[in-house]
């Protein structure tokens, strides 16, 4: 791998003094010192990295040596108030956001002309990748050819996407794109593409400095483990990145995790980073900085570091990050990077005093720990990753979790559950997982009937591949081993293999109702199990290679079993999922499957082999072996120290230097792709992929006045816990969806139909799939899911939200979104805020945001209120049937920010209901993009001045 280089015409002022020289081997490069600026010596790892940043990018203006001194002298008991400019080095992205991206950058380049400017001035200004993962679906899984097969419809499905990436690799300069079947982005990332520490020209000389990296996925925070702060950003934040706009942000608390101890055995890392996202959910780190250190930190693997980096967003915080150290050094050794880049990130880091020292305790807002010795096997669900269970609980808690997932009558005796649940859980040690009951839960059935003992049951009878089966509440439909989050890491999933191995020596077999699959996030572990003689074991349970790419993770987990499927259907079962990916909420995994959960590779293939959630590993058999014995999980389990010997026989650097020689050359199906030219795009009339974003229509030179809003109507009102994959279009179109009549009217037959993600090149699909979740609850409807609202404009009648929003578009009328606590958590979904915004919400009202959501929204010109503290739209008396009137959003025209805005609610007939709502545009570059109708907006004002 190469560092990065590129012309810079833009010096730094150098106030402090900090420009200097370091030499590593015969080389030199310009360095901006950090011991220049006063207080940095005990800063965290992750706030020197912001100050070097603000030391090389210092011009007087955007930057000033106020701004330096306020990181220096940083005060770490207050609370964030200093806006900075943050300029990333570099930009990475996946295909589901990455081609909207391109798909602006594209728009933009013809708008930029329209006003009367260069079109050639929209390019990449930092380097930017694209990984394309998330496109490829489990049609096929449990044969050998499935890989191909998936592969060979992922062409065919995606085809024109590609095409257009293909033209944009060609048309924007620095922009690269790794092509299909390579691998998941995070892990391709900390495995090849992050530099760690980068390099450029700058005025003649060889400048060095941190690696740092925003992506179009929250889970961009995995480079964290490596040392290199990032995070996850809107599409729209990192188009505006990659064209030069720095990110204005607040400087941060940050929360100091102190690591003790080490994993004991039976543990993975998987129930280490469960653990780590319980406490740091519990403790609250929205919008916070998490940086881990302590003497435990060098007992950490690297492949850990960056599983529990991974999980940042399932936290809420903004990063997760480790300091470099011999670890970092002898990952980055591992994979191949060259013996000229090692030299440098170790002497840089030491350099600039942002090697671990475990002697040194930085200044913390917050401190955690965690003694790694009491970390015990979990699991996670059935919704939120957060919501951690111990193994041993697990066969209680999902009996009392079942009781939300079926109907009255439907195999669930409640008292009896309560009485088992009581002897399970003594009152002293009852498991906190009530937060799992949110507002949204409201109007649930409780459940009556069923087995006496309160074990769930509701038996359909199914013939798979000639064996006739029971299909029951709590069955495992799904056992997917996915995700970077693990399959990035080898201890896990070697562990799963000999698991594996050990369960097909012993006779065992994974239940027939069971869809089997193992989407690795890079070639490399395909490599290593290759070599250390897995996969024959592994395929014997049906773990056949299915893809490299974002699979059951992110919802592209493909049919269940057919059979399975007509049982859910027939007995309205609440059937479940076990996957080793980062995200299980409601809806997302796979539209028959109710109850999700996320667990380590081989508790995956454990709950494969047991069959159901209904299990307690400890005291049920998994199997019965081959003479007729009972078989249990500890017979099975591999030992930490045989799995590390494995390890160390199986995996090379020459895998990682072969794998990743030519990644983005790609294989005879991308080199085979008719690729368009020009430096601008010829957009196809008749594309239902690939159309030119609206947003810069009519727009002149100089933005509109900012005006109040009257006359809004409720689109929506939502509870708790609402995230981005409620929000924002994802998963399989449904053909009587609004989005599945719009592609039948333009010719595309419903096989075609093809996924939401990958239609997000085109704005017209995607309007008509915001909201559009198949768990959605708006609480303007009693006891109804999915895409529905009440339309006023029609006397209130019920109709999808998309229809709705077409009629008070008719009428000019505005629309505003009420919503409970953590507003938008989860992916940093861009199309999220733009379909919210197309939609014609010009508000959202909310007891709290989660950061990205927030941020996006104000991206697209949408105003992001809160609920005064304490209130909600429940406690002020509102129901949502209220027009909404706003007063004070024109002092934005003033350049300043109003602290609150004054919010009047009236029903038809009665009382006003009138309270102060807090405007969340926390920085002024936030009011700049507002005050421009969106961040892209004022990106190509700024080009064309």
Not at 443 to 448: A, L
Not at 454 to 480: E, M, Y
Not at 926 to 942: H, T, W
Request: glycine letters at 10%; proline letters at 5%.
């Amino acid at each position: 791998m190469k560092t990065t280089t590129e012309e810079s015409t833009v010096p730094s002022a150098n106030t402090f003094g900090a420009k200097g020289e370091l030499s590593v081997g015969d080389a030199s490069y310009e360095i901006f010192r950090l011991a220049q600026v006063e207080g940095s010596q005990t800063l965290p790892y992750s706030l020197k990295v912001l100050l070097e940043n603000l030391l090389r990018t210092e011009d007087g203006a955007n930057v000033t040596a106020d701004h330096i001194n306020a990181l220096g002298q940083w005060d770490e008991t207050a609370e964030p108030d200093t806006e900075i400019q943050f300029t990333p080095a570099r930009v990475i992205m996946q295909d589901f956001t990455g081609v909207p991206c391109v798909v602006d950058l594209a728009t933009m380049r013809e708008a930029v002309a329209d006003l009367g400017g260069d079109p050639t001035k929209i390019n990449p200004l930092a380097p930017a990748e694209l990984v394309i993962d998330h496109s490829v679906i489990i049609d096929v899984f449990g044969q050998r050819d499935a890989f191909e097969r998936n592969v060979d419809f992922e062409y065919e499905r995606n085809e024109e996407r590609y095409q257009f990436l293909r033209w944009g690799q060609t048309a924007f300069e620095d922009f690269k794109v790794v092509p299909p079947g390579t691998g998941i982005v995070h892990q391709v990332n900390i495995e090849h593409l992050a530099r760690v520490t980068m390099t450029r020209e700058v005025e003649g000389s060889l400048q060095a400095y941190p690696d740092t990296c925003v992506g179009t996925d929250s889970h961009t925070t995995m480079e964290n483990g490596l040392g290199v702060l990032g995070w996850g950003v809107g599409g729209i934040e990192a188009e505006a990145a990659m064209l030069g706009q720095p990110i204005s942000m607040l400087i941060p608390r940050v929360v100091g995790f102190k690591l003790t101890g080490e994993i004991p055995q039976g543990a993975t890392a998987t129930d280490v980073v469960l653990t780590i996202t319980e406490m740091l959910r519990d403790h609250g780190v929205v919008g916070k900085f998490v940086e881990f250190y302590g003497e435990g930190v060098s007992a950490v693997p690297l492949a850990n570091r960056a599983t529990i980096g991974n999980m940042s967003p399932e936290f809420g915080s903004t990063c997760a990050i480790f300091p470099i150290d011999d670890v970092t050094m002898d990952y980055l050794r591992l994979t191949g990077r060259p013996q000229e880049q090692l030299d440098l990130v170790e002497a840089y880091a030491k350099e600039q005093g942002m090697w671990l020292d475990a002697s040194v305790e930085a200044r913390y807002s917050e401190r955690l720990e965690l003694d790694l010795s009491t970390v015990v096997p979990s699991i996670a669900g059935p919704k939120r990753p957060q919501d951690r269970i111990s193994l041993t609980e697990a066969k209680p808690q999902f009996r009392k979790d079942l009781r939300n997932y079926v109907v009255e009558g439907n195999g669930i005796d409640k008292s009896a559950v309560d009485a088992e649940l009581a002897e399970t859980f003594p009152a002293s040690d009852a498991p906190s997982h009530d937060a799992r009951e949110e507002s949204q839960e409201a109007g649930r059935p409780t459940h009556s009937g069923g087995a006496a003992d309160g074990r769930s049951s509701n038996p359909v009878q199914v013939s798979i591949d000639g064996q006739d089966v029971t299909i029951d509440h709590g069955h495992v439909a799904i056992a997917s081993i996915t995700s970077c989050t693990n399959t990035s890491n080898p201890s896990v999933m070697m562990a799963a293999a000999m698991l594996a191995k050990n369960a097909v020596e012993r006779g065992l077999q994974v239940k027939p109702w069971v869809k089997t699959s193992m989407a690795p996030g890079s070639k490399v572990v395909t490599e290593y199990y290759e070599k250390a003689g897995m996969w024959p074991y592994l395929e014997a349970l049906g773990y056949h290679l299915v893809g490299y790419g974002c699979t059951t993770c992110i919802g592209n987990s493909g049919p269940i079993v057919p059979e399975v499927s007509e049982a859910v259907a027939q007995g309205d079962l609440a059937v479940t999922a076990v996957l080793s990916g980062n995200r299980n909420f409601e809806g997302r995994i796979n539209p028959d499957v109710k109850m999700n959960y996320l667990a380590s590779p081989p508790l995956v293939i454990a709950y494969a082999l047991a069959g159901t959630m209904d299990f307690d590993f400890e005291t049920d058999p998994i199997g019965q072996g081959e003479d007729g014995s009972d078989v249990y999980l500890k017979d099975i389990w591999p030992s930490p120290q045989d799995v590390q010997s494995t390890i160390d026989h199986a995996i090379s650097t020459e895998m990682f230097s072969s794998k990743y020689a030519d990644v983005f050359a790609g294989d005879e199906r991308w080199k085979g792709l008719p690729t368009p030219e020009g430096n601008t795009f010829e957009w196809a009339q008749d594309s239902t992929y690939v159309r030119k974003a609206p947003y810069f229509d009519g727009m002149g030179r100089e933005p509109e006045p900012v005006e109040e809003i009257s006359g809004a109507r409720v689109l929506a009102w939502l509870g708790d816990s609402v995230t981005t994959d409620h929000i924002s279009p994802a998963g399989s179109i449904k053909a009587d969806s609004p989005a599945g009549r719009y592609l039948a009217e333009h010719g595309v037959d419903k096989k075609d139909f093809n996924s939401y993600g990958s239609r997000r090149g085109n704005h017209e699909v995607m309007i008509r799939g915001t909201f559009a979740n198949i768990r959605l609850r708006n609480l303007l409807l009693d006891g109804v899911e999915g895409s529905f609202t009440r339309d006023f404009t029609n006397g209130g009648e019920q109709t999808s939200i998309f229809e709705a929003s077409e009629s008070y578009a008719e009428q000019g009328t505005p629309l505003v979104v009420l919503a409970g606590k953590e507003y938008g958590s989860g992916s940093s979904r861009d199309w999220a805020a733009k379909g919210t915004r197309l939609l014609g919400v010009r508000a959202v009202i909310a007891q709290s945001y989660e950061r990205i959501h927030r941020s996006n929204l104000i991206g697209m010109g949408v105003i992001p209120l809160q609920f005064p503290q304490g209130e909600s739209a429940e406690s002020l008396g509102l129901d949502g049937t209220e027009t909404f009137d706003f007063e004070g959003i024109t002092a934005l025209n003033e350049g300043t920010t109003p602290k609150t805005v004054k919010v009047t609610a009236t029903k038809d007939g009665g009382e006003p209901v009138s309270f102060d709502a807090v405007v969340r545009i926390d920085t002024p570059g936030e009011a700049e993009y507002y005050r421009n109708g969106g961040i892209l907006q004022y990106v190509l004002r700024s080009l064309v001045a």
